[in-house]
């Protein structure tokens, strides 16, 4: 051996297990950092393609340009592409639907969210490309490089030839009116108050600083703020430093699970050597040289484990992806989704995990170079002195006798240890919960909660005549023999009615109106004097819902009944008083809008709109309130919601028939809904429905299952990228106190033995050991649920801030979790020691030691 380093790898290797052990618990840290910044980076880079994707690439726009403007910002220095792009007349087609002549130049065109299913971009003023679903509406069925004649942007008639056929769009088949763009003529283009100029910067422009003098320019100038935050380009630049805060204190957190992980194992090996470290200062060895040897173990864990890691947590988060690609997903719901490597990605990482170890050496080798044969001698390290207090707090483990006692005083009389294994539980907690807290408020932020992402198809029916001039009666458009028909079909989870809604008002006593609703939000509910009472006038939208929905709706109730029979009783209504709305800062925020609760009164005005002077205020009663809307959008911004049923909804549509006119609306079914279960072909479906629509007039079926499908993709993908975080996160928390747990028992063999010598068995050992790792989980769990919540709520401040207003939930589900697993790993970890140690002689190895 020719120097005191070469120990280092003779050490390692003796202790295979332990350096395995932690070596893994380096490789996995490792893999995190880097698959945390890796995959924070690419979730940037894909949606800035995302965003232009779907809002447009477009950086500045103006809603009212002028001929002079163009002309400015065509020679503009700054300026990299400008788009011209007019609005143009709608033509009516077959069935109330229509389609609008868009027009737009090349530039415009790239710039815009249009986006090509089949054939290509139109090259000429006579060139069309149109939406999907209306292809087979258009004048003579013309298919793709088919003709149809339509309404040009300025009102005239034109011939058009289909050469490309884009993506549907929902909004644009719910409101029946559909976009197709030409290219816009060059000699001729026409600014006025149809038009709208699109722009985008040179590279390395400043834009946020741009944004008051192209404002000056012209005043209808309005940015594409969702890609300027991405850009970091925005005047409120709030959201990229809550996303570097909050990627920071995950990233920190691991680090410090990381280090805490090294240190144990380091700090209890010093401990288990100090008799070495003696011997070895006796020979010659000098402080620096220990010092050097325990920070050389240091180096070959870290050589091994630190880029193990970071080729792991790539290749990892590749085969992620690649394999949802494969099962054909579209990665969060985008496009094209590229997963981006940065070299300044993993140079950060391989330091980060370099300078965790070294930072978690550097105590345990300071302590090592400070061994002395005389205290080698004693034996320091083994068994220590039990210190006296004067004042002793009764410890509760002296409850669970004479093995608690001893528990107690083990842990005691050496405090030092006590912490070192108390902070790895306390870590790992900590980890977990705040680890668990981020990603289900990410779920919350980005997936959709309620039944409407499973709805795929819809189908409304007016009342025109058949082929035999035979008009349906109300209750006749769409039977109950067709929705069970379609009930039947193969992949369909349920078939819902659609009804007429109403907007009306309630009118809302102070008492009952949500806590600082009026300073909070941007919305002015207005204080009125109907009924000789001086009430809040809340705009409210009423709905009917059949039992298909109501049985849907009891998941999100939280407070009294969806029974249909109960219901159907008198004027009983559901509730949701929960809303979404926009913040004077200018975030969304949930929050309640009224504070009504089961039993109470709500008092519709009916007729609010067409006869103040002689009101029509009904009483409804509250049976249930809902957390969030079971269909639709899952809050409103401004409005309560009424939830009926049909008798319920007839009643507050007769004091409502001046403005809901019972010619027009009824509370009868006008169409249904078709929700899918998950992996369902929608194809015989999509076919049997068109069947229908086809053999009844008036009939319109809306097709959305792709969106459905992608959707329920995304909700599904962030499940997967958030439960394997946490598993990641659950093995290293694990691997941490398992190391701990283990070394430190393993370390008091000699006392153990000792104990056997005085004549305790192996089952009160086994007794105190367990005493001993419940009271550590016990501790541990404390500060760990303590200092989690404290950085939950401080994720909860960045998230609310920048992101969405919402109320902070304490994370009690993580926290019992976390204190579960914690206590249930730390009992496990010690049997299998106490088993080794009850196979092995150790009164025979306290004579060798001797």
């Known amino acids: 051996m020719r120097s005191y380093g070469a ?35 690419t979730l940037k880079d894909n949606s800035i393609r995302n965003v232009k994707y779907e809002e447009g690439a477009f950086h500045f726009a103006y809603s009212e340009p002028t001929s002079e403007l ?53 090259a000429s003023p006579d060139e069309l490309a149109v939406e999907q679903w209306i292809l087979e509406r258009l004048p003579g069925n013309p298919g793709l490089d088919g003709s149809a004649q339509l309404t040009d942007p300025n009102g005239n008639q034109r011939n058009y030839r289909i050469v490309g056929i884009l993506n549907n769009k929902k909004n644009s088949q719910v409101n029946g009116n559909s976009s197709a763009f030409t290219l816009a003529d060059s000699a001729s283009r026409t600014i006025d108050e149809r038009a709208m100029l699109l722009l985008t910067f040179k590279s390395g ?25 991405y850009l970091g380009e925005s005047e409120d630049d709030s959201l990229n430093t809550a996303l570097a805060v909050i990627f920071g204190i995950l990233i920190g957190l691991v680090v410090l699970s990381t280090v805490a992980v090294i240190y144990n194992a380091f700090h209890i090996a010093v401990l288990e050597r100090v008799r070495q470290f003696g011997l070895l200062r006796t020979l010659g060895a000098t402080p620096a040289q220990i010092r050097s040897l325990v920070l050389r173990e240091a180096t070959v864990l870290s050589t091994i484990g630190v880029p193990a890691g970071l080729l792991i947590g790539g290749f990892g988060l590749w085969l992620a992806l690649w394999l949802m690609m494969q099962a ?72 669970a006798g004479i093995e608690g006692r001893m528990a107690s005083n083990n842990i005691r009389r050496n405090r030092t240890k006590f912490r070192i294994t108390t902070f790895s539980i306390v ?33 409304t029916r007016t009342a025109l005549p058949d082929k035999s001039g035979n008009v349906p009666a109300p209750g006749e458009r769409i039977p109950d023999a067709l929705m069970e028909e379609i009930a039947a079909l193969p992949g369909v989870e349920a078939v819902y009615g659609v009804y007429d809604r109403m907007s009306l008002f309630s009118l809302v006593p102070e008492p009952k109106l949500g806590g600082g609703i009026r300073t909070i939000t941007e919305t002015d509910y207005e204080k009125t004097n109907v009924g000789g009472e001086e009430n809040s006038r809340i705009p409210t939208r009423v709905l009917v819902y059949d039992e298909a929905r109501l049985k849907q709706a009891s998941k999100y109730l939280r407070s009294g009944t969806t029974d249909p029979a109960r219901l159907a009783e008198g004027d009983n209504v559901l509730l949701l008083q929960t809303i979404k709305p926009f913040t004077n800062n200018g975030k969304k925020a949930i929050m309640d809008l009224t504070r009504y609760r089961v039993g109470d009164r709500i008092a519709v005005w009916a007729n609010a709109g067409s006869a103040e002077e002689d009101p029509d205020i009904r009483e409804v009663t509250v049976a249930g309130i809902l957390t969030e809307s079971p269909f639709d959008a899952s809050y409103s911004s401004s409005m309560l919601t009424i939830i009926g049923t049909r008798s319920t909804f007839a009643e507050l549509l007769e004091g409502a028939a001046g403005e809901y006119p019972p010619s027009d609306y009824d509370a009868e079914r006008r169409g249904l809904e078709v929700a899918l279960r998950d992996g369902a072909d929608a194809e015989p479906i999509r076919a049997k429905l068109r069947e229908i629509a086809r053999s009844h007039p008036g009939s319109q079926l809306i097709d959305y299952a792709e969106a459905q499908k ?9 499940r997967i ?88 939930e304490f994370p009690w589900r993580a926290s019992l979790i976390a204190c579960g697993a914690a206590l249930l790993v730390g009992v496990i970890s010690v049997q299998g020691p106490l088993r080794r140690m009850e196979k092995a002689n150790l009164l025979e190895e306290l004579r060798e030691e001797a």
Request: net charge positive; glycine share 10%.
């Open 70 to 122: 163009y002309a400015s910002l065509r020679k503009h220095v700054l300026v990299d592409q400008l788009g011209y792009y007019r609005h143009g007349e709608s033509s009516p087609l077959e069935d109330s639907v229509a389609v609008t002549v868009e027009e737009a130049d090349s530039e415009a065109l790239q710039l815009l969210p249009i986006h090509l299913n089949k054939g290509r971009l139109p």
């Open 328 to 399: 054909g997903l579209k990665i969060l719901m985008m496009e094209t989704f590229e997963l981006t490597f940065h070299w300044w990605i993993f140079a950060g990482s391989l330091a980060i995990g370099y300078i965790a170890v070294y930072l978690a050496a550097w105590l345990p080798a300071r302590k090592a170079s400070g061994v002395s044969p005389v205290d080698a001698a004693k034996g320091a390290g083994g068994i220590v002195r039990e210190t006296y207090r004067k004042l002793r707090i009764p410890s509760l483990l002296n409850l």
């Open 427 to 459: 870590i790992s907690i900590l980890l977990f919960i705040v680890f668990h807290y981020f990603t289900q408020q990410a779920l919350t932020l980005t997936t959709t909660t309620n039944e409407d992402d499973r709805i795929a198809f819809r189908l």
């Open 710 to 718: 992608q959707t329920r993709n995304f909700n599904l993908q962030m």
């Open 721 to 808: 990228f958030v439960y394997g975080f946490l598993a990641v996160i659950g093995v290293i928390g694990s691997l941490n106190i398992i190391n701990t747990v283990q070394t430190n028992l393993l370390l008091r063999r000699r006392e153990i033995g000792l104990l056997q010598a005085v004549g305790m068995t192996m089952g009160q050992i086994r007794k105190m050991a367990t005493a001993e790792g419940v009271w550590f989980g016990v501790i541990g769990s404390f500060w760990g649920i303590l200092l989690g919540a404290g950085l939950c709520y401080l994720l909860y401040g960045q998230l609310s801030g920048s992101v969405q207003d919402f109320p902070f």
């Open 7 to 41: 120990m280092a790898g003779k050490y390692l290797r003796q202790q295979r297990k332990r350096t395995i052990l932690t070596i893994v618990g380096i490789v996995l840290s490792a893999a995190l950092i880097s698959a945390l910044g890796t995959m924070g980076q």
């Open 205 to 229: 422009v400043d834009i946020s600083a741009q944004i008051d003098d192209f404002t000056g320019l012209n005043s209808s100038l309005f940015t594409n703020n969702t890609l300027l935050a």
